[in-house]
């Protein structure tokens, strides 16, 4: 599944599953210009990916339209041109819906939901023009729910309606597909300031049906195969990667 010559954005492409895309995408002969809003870890992840191939790095916040604006064109002056776009910023604020303001809940919606709409909106010429590909990364809390997740859960939900509403309107040039992650384990992707060894339990591992905890190269390659020409009849498709999880019953005894 090799892309050699194409482009690809990545979005919140500095550290966890961003940066694991962003080395995959690499290794399978892609041009990288990752965007995120924190500019150290921008700049280690290019020091530690630049031998790799072409990467390049731009410092904006993906909920602010300008800087939407601003890495599609980067992406154009970079390399002339965009095959692929994943979005995958985002963040959370988890607290009780009587605690959670309306500025914390419109900042998770702002960054993990409308900015794929301003994504799409602003990079669909581009994309048309090389008959790409879109992949947004959502999360099983867009099928299921841990207390105190409204504005996450509601965003990531949104990810998987707008996916599937813009494969239709983007189709046939367009394909758009979406993954729904469940526990990635990013702990040794992170920021230097921020990196550790995984801790994880036995029982972290057992509990999933397929024997263990997801790992941000699961997600990466996935993203690989959605964007390849492999994948050519797939769109408007959400797919769960989450080790089996959302399919099991769990009830206590």
């Not at 985002?90 to 960054?111: C, D, F, H, N």
């Amino acid at each position: 599944m090799k892309h050699q010559g194409r482009t690809v954005l990545v979005t919140g492409g500095a550290q966890g599953i961003g940066k694991a895309i962003a080395k995959t995408a690499l290794a399978r002969g892609l041009q990288v210009l990752i965007v995120d809003r924190d500019q150290a870890a921008g700049q280690e992840t290019i020091s530690e990916l630049g031998a790799q191939g072409e990467i390049r790095f731009l410092a904006a916040d993906v909920a602010q339209e300008s800087d939407v604006q601003r890495m599609v064109q980067g992406a154009l002056d970079h390399f002339g041109r965009l095959d692929y776009l994943v979005n995958n910023a985002g963040i959370m604020i988890r607290k009780p819906v009587t605690e959670l303001s309306y500025a914390e809940w419109r900042q998770v919606l702002s960054v993990n939901l409308d900015s794929i709409f301003l994504a799409a909106r602003y990079a669909t010429p581009y994309l048309r023009a090389q008959e790409g590909a879109m992949v947004n990364i959502a999360s099983t809390r867009g099928l299921m729910s841990e207390p105190d997740t409204e504005a996450y859960s509601a965003s990531k939900g949104g990810i998987i309606a707008l996916t599937h509403a813009l494969a239709i309107s983007l189709g046939p040039a367009v394909r758009v597909n979406c993954i729904s992650p469940g526990w990635i384990e990013v702990s040794e992707w992170k920021k230097q300031g921020q990196r550790h060894a995984p801790d994880l339990r036995p029982e972290d591992q057992a509990q999933h049906p397929a024997g263990r905890v997801g790992r941000p190269e699961d997600v990466a390659s996935l993203v690989m195969y959605l964007l390849s020409e492999e994948a050519g009849f797939i769109t408007g498709a959400n797919f769960v990667l989450d080790g089996g999880m959302t399919r099991k019953m769990i009830y206590v005894e």
